[in-house]
């Protein structure tokens, strides 16, 4: 997705991110390499199994952003960067390999050079620190005003998901999803 050097690069700057997301451990930001989408299925189930041996409902809601990475904004990401105390002179630097030259290639053909703004790359060792940055905040707030969901983020795909009464959980879940979409919207 991006020249060698710039991988390399990214490579070594992956340190510094997993620093700051050690000193920022949200729980909701799964990682790892033990952490693909199926785990929030797995989550669910147990969440099912335990609200049905305990007579309650369990429901989720799973969003997947679609072309994330290429719509991410750099005034946003360096507006939450300042907010979450994240390294604002490896978030520039990043920003620079983001926002360089690019072509768009398909079997043999190569268009123009073109500028990218307000993109992260999404093979960059650093991509997935970098929509760990730009979620934090909104995550933290709809964990704040509706304590009763469990929040998931794994790359681009993010889950709410609650146990409790059909009034609780139709409630909490329709409240968060609404803050979540409605913030996403916002950006």
């Known amino acids: 997705l991006y020249p060698s050097m710039l991988k390399t690069w990214s490579k070594v700057r992956q340190l510094d991110c997993r620093i700051w997301e050690q000193k920022c ?7 790892g390499r033990l952490a693909t989408c ?42 939450e960067a300042r907010a979450s105390g994240f390294d604002l002179g490896l978030l520039r630097a ?17 268009s123009e050079e073109f500028m990218a703004n307000g993109t992260v790359i999404a093979g960059c ?21 509706v304590p009763g969901v469990t929040l998931r983020n794994i790359v681009d795909d993010i889950s709410v998901q609650t146990i409790g009464t059909v009034h609780s959980v139709s409630t909490q879940l329709v409240a968060a999803m609404g803050t979540l979409v409605g913030g996403l919207i916002a950006r």
């Open 25 to 31: 451990d949200d729980c909701f930001f799964i990682g």
């Open 38 to 79: 199926d785990r929030v299925g797995f989550e669910h189930n147990l969440r099912v199994a335990f609200a049905k041996l305990h007579g309650y409902v369990a429901a989720s809601g799973i969003l997947d952003l679609r072309k994330y990475y290429e719509r991410i904004s750099h005034q946003e990401l360096l507006a």
């Open 94 to 110: 990043l920003c620079v390999i983001y926002g360089g030259r690019r072509r768009a290639l398909f079997r043999c053909a190569a």
């Open 125 to 145: 060792n650093c991509a997935t620190t970098m929509a760990r940055v730009l979620l934090r905040t909104l995550l933290r707030r709809i964990q704040a005003e």
